[in-house]
């Protein structure tokens, strides 16, 4: 275990006791506290990486749950139901919606719906966990005007010509389709400023890094509790990608989407 490893690993555990003595909180009166989950929402266009950044932050965080969204639309590949997506029919979906059962939902391309089930939320304060929820910025917004203290992240590609590399070196869609995600991409991207976090997804190591750090840097700023070196260290990490300290590196990631090379161009 190399030291960054060794640091990380007494972060964590140092961090996970905090994270429990959260949970184990008194009022004045003596009675327990009911434990208010930290949401985090992360958002990217599709074929910016986020589905492998989040597979490795639930393998590093401990107590972190993850929302599992609900959709209409027929599993892709090797896609099970439950794991990747809850599917069901779109009659149980917009039962779903009138029974008033979704934190946030979306109808996207026109076609399908996506939404994320107000149950995992309950679920994750009944475990006393915290919650990540993976939505686009439409289904990000309706939940940041529900809780407005849900923690937001939008990952970001290197560049358009990046994002088209990676989606047509995944082979899971027709040019029809790139073109529709990439022109989607474009628009998406326009609402970079409504996230509290930015992550420019170069570097796959890094910026796995990064996205623990921001994780845990919000359960430390919870807890109040002085920090250690270590723990400074994270929150500086997290720091770095703080919106405010990273416009001046997205500026040209959005211009590249904003004017494609003549040949990407309908």
Same mark, same amino acid.
């Given at each position: 275990?190399?030291?960054?490893?060794?640091?990380?690993?007494?972060?964590?555990?140092?961090?996970?006791?905090?994270?429990?003595?959260?949970?184990?909180?008194?009022?004045?009166?003596?009675?327990?506290?009911?434990?208010?989950?930290?949401?985090?929402?992360?958002?990217?266009?599709?074929?910016?990486?986020?589905?492998?950044?989040?597979?490795?932050?639930?393998?590093?965080?401990?107590?972190?749950?993850?929302?599992?969204?609900?959709?209409?639309?027929?599993?892709?590949?090797?896609?099970?139901?439950?794991?990747?997506?809850?599917?069901?029919?779109?009659?149980?979906?917009?039962?779903?919606?009138?029974?008033?059962?979704?934190?946030?939902?979306?109808?996207?391309?026109?076609?399908?719906?996506?939404?994320?089930?107000?149950?995992?939320?309950?679920?994750?304060?009944?475990?006393?966990?915290?919650?990540?929820?993976?939505? *686009?910025?439409?289904?990000?917004?309706? %939940?940041?005007?529900?809780?407005?203290?849900? @923690?937001?992240? &939008?990952?970001? =590609? +290197?560049?358009?010509?990046?994002?088209?590399?990676?989606?047509?070196?995944?082979?899971?869609?027709?040019?029809?389709?790139?073109?529709?995600?990439?022109?989607?991409?474009?628009?998406?991207?326009?609402?970079?400023?409504?996230?509290?976090?930015?992550?420019?997804?170069?570097?796959?190591?890094?910026?796995?890094?990064?996205?623990?750090?921001?994780?845990?840097?919000?359960?430390?700023?919870?807890?109040?509790?002085?920090?250690?070196?270590?723990?400074?260290?994270?929150?500086?990490?997290? *720091?770095?990608?703080?919106?405010?300290? %990273?416009?001046?590196?997205?500026?040209?990631? @959005?211009?590249? &989407?904003?004017? =494609? +090379?003549?040949?990407?161009?309908?």
């Amino acid at each position: 275990m190399t030291e960054h490893e060794m640091m990380k690993v007494g972060v964590v555990e140092h961090e996970v006791t905090k994270h429990e003595a959260a949970e184990t909180g008194m009022t004045e009166t003596g009675m327990a506290e009911t434990y208010k989950p930290l949401i985090y929402i992360i958002s990217a266009p599709s074929g910016s990486g986020k589905s492998t950044l989040v597979n490795e932050l639930l393998k590093l965080v401990p107590s972190l749950d993850f929302s599992v969204s609900y959709t209409t639309r027929a599993p892709r590949g090797s896609e099970q139901n439950g794991k990747q997506y809850h599917f069901v029919p779109r009659e149980e979906f917009e039962q779903m919606i009138r029974e008033d059962e979704f934190l946030e939902h979306a109808s996207v391309y026109g076609t399908d719906y996506y939404g994320t089930a107000r149950r995992f939320l309950r679920e994750a304060e009944q475990k006393q966990h915290d919650l990540l929820l993976d939505i *686009d910025v439409q289904g990000a917004q309706q %939940v940041k005007q529900k809780l407005p203290a849900a @923690v937001s992240i &939008f990952v970001l =590609p +290197p560049d358009r010509k990046t994002l088209e590399w990676r989606l047509r070196k995944r082979s899971e869609d027709v040019e029809e389709v790139i073109h529709r995600r990439l022109v989607a991409a474009r628009r998406e991207i326009e609402n970079y400023d409504k996230y509290d976090y930015i992550l420019i997804n170069d570097d796959l190591e890094e910026s796995i890094d990064s996205l623990e750090a921001i994780v845990l840097s919000e359960r430390l700023a919870r807890s109040k509790s002085p920090l250690s070196p270590e723990e400074k260290k994270i929150v500086e990490l997290a *720091d770095r990608h703080r919106l405010a300290n %990273v416009r001046e590196r997205v500026g040209p990631i @959005v211009a590249s &989407f904003s004017n =494609p +090379p003549a040949s990407a161009r309908p």
